[in-house]
C-alpha cells in the first residue's frame, strides 16, 4: 500500500490532535477546501472556509485591510498572512490556510509573474509564509498551489507545532 494523500495524513494527524481548520482561497477557488472535504469525517476537524476572490470579499470575510491590499497587492506576503490570521479568527479555529495568486493566463506584471502564489499558515504561536512561483496553465496553477498549501499545512503539523 502507498502513501496516503496528503488530505488523509492531515485529516489523521487534525483528528488525533484534534485541532481545528479554516481556509480562504483566492487563486485556488476552493481547491483546498474541496481536497479536505473528500475526506469521510471531516468536518470533524475543518470548519469551513471562504473563496475570496474580490478584494472586497478578501475584507468582509477573510479579515483583510484595505490599506494592506492598496499597499502590497492581494497577491502579496502581507496579505496571505492577513487572511490565514483572520480565517482562523473569524471561524475560530486552530489553524488558518490561506492561499492567493495569479493563476493566469493574464494578469500577470513584470514585479508578479503569471503563476505567482503566496501560501500562508497561521496558528497561535507560529505563522508560516512562502511563494511559489508555477509555470502551468491555469488549472495547472491551481491545481499546484492546492497541492502546496496541504504539504505546508503537513509539514507544520508534523515538525513546526508546539
Known amino acids: 500500500m502507498g502513501v496516503l494523500p496528503l ?3 492531515i485529516g489523521e494527524i487534525l483528528r488525533k490532535r484534534q485541532l481545528r481548520l479554516a481556509t480562504a482561497e483566492s487563486c485556488t477557488g476552493g481547491l483546498v477546501g474541496h481536497r ?9 476537524y475543518y470548519l469551513g472556509g471562504v473563496v475570496s476572490y474580490a478584494y472586497e470579499a478578501k475584507v468582509r470575510l477573510a479579515g483583510v485591510r484595505w490599506e494592506t491590499l492598496e499597499q502590497y497587492g492581494a497577491v502579496s506576503q ?3 498572512l492577513e487572511m490565514a490570521r483572520g480565517i482562523r479568527q473569524a471561524l475560530a479555529s486552530d489553524i488558518g490556510l490561506a492561499v492567493s495568486g495569479i493563476a493566469g493566463p493574464g494578469g500577470g506584471t513584470p514585479d508578479k509573474p503569471v503563476g505567482l502564489t503566496w501560501i500562508g499558515l497561521s496558528a ?12 502551468g496553465d491555469r488549472l495547472a496553477n491551481k491545481e499546484k498551489s492546492a497541492e502546496a498549501a496541504l504539504e505546508i499545512l503537513l509539514e507544520y503539523l508534523q515538525y513546526g507545532t508546539d
Open 36 to 44: 479536505i472535504t473528500n475526506v469521510a469525517g471531516s468536518s470533524e
Open 7 to 9: 488530505e488523509f495524513q
Open 78 to 80: 502581507e496579505t496571505v
Open 124 to 135: 497561535p504561536h507560529k505563522d508560516v509564509v512562502r511563494h511559489f512561483i508555477w509555470a
